[in-house]
């Protein structure tokens, strides 16, 4: 389960998280979540190295940046506690995210998840922070580009072989931008090629490399809402390879 930064962006959005996360363990479910950092903070610590440096230190940088996920999920953790379950907040190399040593950009090689199956036998609700890893080339803690908490979930799924829900301000995969068109629809389903198509040509909704990650790992992805239960969108094989039709219009 993952949530976008407008999804934890205050103290009671992350309590509403945790809830979210705690029902799911208590309908039976394995529970993996895995969060954004705080509402904008990523642009406030990127502004902020900008009024350190003019031309910030990419390891610094990266050092500098995946602390916003980090604070996130040790309050979500916090806040599960409270709710009397159990609960672990893993920063990205101690999750075992593997990446290469491209900072700002990395690309997950692989995940090492005995750390997450271990805190799951426990009983625990594990929390990864999102949109981080670790190099083993470099030792050093990497980040994923913007929007990589997406990626962050994806590759988390794959790699447990779970499913994956991606939480954010909005109930699913409109044909518009629903904050641009009011009467923007809903699509029930569309296929990993349509979202590839949607998420390169400017439809924020998903991280493309996320959708790459999915397709490429069949990972099916459920996008939905955290402030609602309305099914959402499900990215997933398409049914035919080719189908002329206009599935959304995206700008950038
Ligand atoms: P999060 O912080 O949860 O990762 P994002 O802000 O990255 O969420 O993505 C959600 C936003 O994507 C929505 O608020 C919406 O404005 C925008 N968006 C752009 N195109 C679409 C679309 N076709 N369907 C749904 N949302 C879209
Ligand atoms: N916090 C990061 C960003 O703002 C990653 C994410 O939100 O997924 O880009
Ligand atoms: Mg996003």
């Not at 979930?153 to 409109?174: M, T």
């Not at 790992?217 to 099914?231: K, L, P």
Request: glycine share 10%; proline share 3%.
């Amino acid at each position: 389960m993952k949530f976008g930064g407008s999804s934890v962006a205050d103290p009671a959005k992350i309590q509403h998280v945790a809830r979210r996360l705690v029902e799911a363990k208590q309908r039976g479910l394995r529970v993996v979540g895995t969060v954004s950092a705080m509402g904008k903070t990523t642009d406030g610590l990127i502004d902020l190295a900008h009024q350190v440096s003019p031309t910030p230190n990419a390891r610094e940088f990266d050092m500098l940046l995946s602390t916003g996920e980090r604070i996130a999920c040790a309050l979500v953790a916090m806040a599960i506690h409270d709710l009397g379950q159990v609960a672990i907040s893993l920063t990205g190399s101690q999750a075992g995210i593997l990446t290469d040593g491209a900072h700002m950009k990395a690309k997950i090689r692989e995940i090492r998840g005995d750390r997450v199956k271990d805190a799951l036998d426990e009983d625990k609700i594990v929390l990864v922070a999102g949109f981080q890893g670790f190099s083993r080339d470099t030792m050093d803690v990497t980040t994923l580009g913007r929007g990589g908490t997406d990626a962050t979930a994806v590759a988390l799924a794959a790699a447990l072989g779970a499913a994956c829900e991606i939480y954010s301000d909005v109930p699913g995969v409109f044909t518009a931008d629903p904050r641009i068109v009011p009467n923007a629809r809903k699509l029930p389903t569309i296929s990993y090629e349509e979202m590839l198509e949607m998420s390169a040509s400017g439809a924020k909704v998903l991280m493309l490399r996320a959708v790459e990650l999915a397709r490429n790992h069949g990972v099916r992805i459920h996008a939905r809402s955290t402030f609602s239960d309305e099914e959402g969108t499900w990215v997933q094989e398409g049914a035919s390879m080719e189908q002329p039709i206009v599935s959304a219009v995206t700008h950038s």
